[in-house]
């Protein structure tokens, strides 16, 4: 059974960093798409950032392009979220997502419906 969970979550100030974490067992993610979504209070959830996990492409939505890094550790079947220059609006709750397709391109999902597995979601809150 596949399992996904955050870690690195908290209560950070604006202009602040902090590095989400995603611990994958229960499969091999070596050729597989993981990404990061987040909701926030009465919003709906939205794709912040993926990584086609064969080829090591990245795509990062607009919102939080330039400040968000995602990245893998193949060896560890762990990926990262490495959020700097925070603002109030990153505020939510960040979800690790894994895929079950195979992509030989460089693509990288970005919807929902292209993820199967779902970590519990981690906090972040920024604020002053």
């Known amino acids: 059974q596949v399992q996904l969970v955050e870690s690195g979550g908290g209560l950070v100030q604006p202009g602040g960093s902090l590095r989400l974490s995603c611990a994958a067992s229960?499969?091999?993610?070596?050729?597989?798409?993981m990404g990061w979504f987040r909701q926030a209070p009465g919003k709906e959830r939205e794709f912040v950032a993926g990584?086609?996990?064969?080829?090591?492409?990245?795509y990062a939505a607009d919102s939080v392009k330039g400040r968000f890094t995602i990245s893998r550790d193949n060896a560890k079947n762990t990926v990262y979220l490495q959020m700097s220059s925070l603002k109030p609006e990153d505020t939510a709750v960040y979800y690790c997502?894994?895929?079950?397709?195979?992509?030989?391109?460089?693509?990288?999902?970005?919807?929902?419906?292209?993820?199967?597995?779902w970590g519990q979601g981690t906090q972040v809150t920024v604020s002053s």
């Open positions: 229960g499969r091999t993610f070596s050729s597989y798409g």
């Open positions: 997502a894994a895929g079950s397709r195979i992509y030989f391109s460089s693509y990288v999902p970005r919807y929902e419906y292209e993820y199967a597995y």
């Open positions: 990584v086609n996990w064969s080829v090591g492409s990245t």
